[in-house]
């Protein structure tokens, strides 16, 4: 059985493995527009900037504003969770390396039962047998279903377009796909069911769902992505304090030392952590900056 499975983490915990492709014309005529926020001193000089990003987006998706390709000419470095989302190839074999290091047993025997036909109905969407994620550790499991999940595309995220325009600019990793992979796989193994689970449950409405994330995100209404984001997977306090709040705290960290230098960034993550009061901009006005949403 092939273990080259390339998964994707759902809505704004994504790091996305996919093959490379062009990314299409971006440009959003008019608003509204996807949020953006200004990050000064207590002088009020602009230290940098930041952007919720969504990583899969349907074809053909406008969204940059004049106001971002402001921004993007006038930032010195981009700041990412992942920076080789191009990469593939090893992308997928770090992804191998960690999946299946464990024995991990019948997927079905991790899955609840009230959920089983969500799983079949994935199976009969990815064309695989029933046993092909039994060697996969469950969070992998749970990743790898979310990928069939979906129905926007990687190849049209947020992300990837912002990378491309760095191209010739010094970009900042927070995590590296190496990190983001090794937050879930040490995740308890309860935690782990827990995540499978979400996604299996999520995905009775994922085709809706996925648009209405993107909608929202399209229109910068954060209220709204605070609802959907706060849903399913992250309804669970011990996979939000893992998957969220733990790792904005870290970033918080990082970008202040990344202020504190003359470059300015624009800090480009998964828009759902950029909200509510354990979001990236909440984080950095506690440590003294002034955010601003200027989009």
């Not at 959907?228 to 893992?242: F, K, M, S, Y």
Request: with cysteine.
């Amino acid at each position: 059985m092939s273990r080259r499975f390339l998964p994707a983490l759902c809505a704004s915990l994504a790091l996305l493995l996919a093959s490379c492709s062009q990314q299409p014309d971006t440009a959003k005529p008019e608003g509204p527009y996807p949020a953006l926020w200004e990050i000064s001193d207590g002088n009020g000089a602009v230290e940098g900037w930041m952007f919720g990003t969504i990583h899969a987006l349907p074809d053909d998706t406008k969204w940059r504003s004049p106001q971002l390709d402001t921004v993007l000419g006038e930032a010195d470095m981009l700041v990412v969770e992942v920076a080789n989302l191009e990469d593939g190839a090893e992308l997928s074999r770090l992804f191998e390396q960690m999946a299946f290091d464990r024995p991990a047993g019948p997927i079905v025997d991790r899955i609840d039962p009230n959920l089983r036909s969500e799983f079949e109905a994935l199976l009969v969407k990815a064309k695989v047998r029933r046993t092909y994620f039994d060697p996969m550790e469950s969070w992998a499991a749970a990743l790898a279903l979310a990928q069939v999940a979906q129905s926007a595309k990687s190849e049209n995220g947020a992300d990837r377009a912002l990378l491309a325009e760095f191209d010739k600019r010094e970009v900042v990793e927070l995590e590296g796909a190496r990190g983001q992979l090794a937050i879930f796989d040490s995740l308890p193994e309860a935690e782990q069911r827990d995540l499978l689970n979400a996604v299996l449950e999520e995905s009775r409405d994922y085709e809706g769902e996925i648009g209405t994330l993107a909608q929202a995100w399209l229109e910068g209404d954060t209220d709204r992505l605070s609802q959907l984001t706060r849903r399913g997977i992250l309804a669970d306090p011990e996979l939000e304090e893992a998957l969220l709040t733990r790792r904005n705290s870290d970033w918080a960290a990082q970008v202040e030392n990344l202020l504190s230098a003359q470059d300015r960034p624009l800090i480009a993550v998964g828009a759902g952590h950029l909200l509510g009061d354990e979001g990236l901009p909440a984080k950095l006005e506690a440590r003294g900056y002034a955010i601003r949403r200027i989009e």
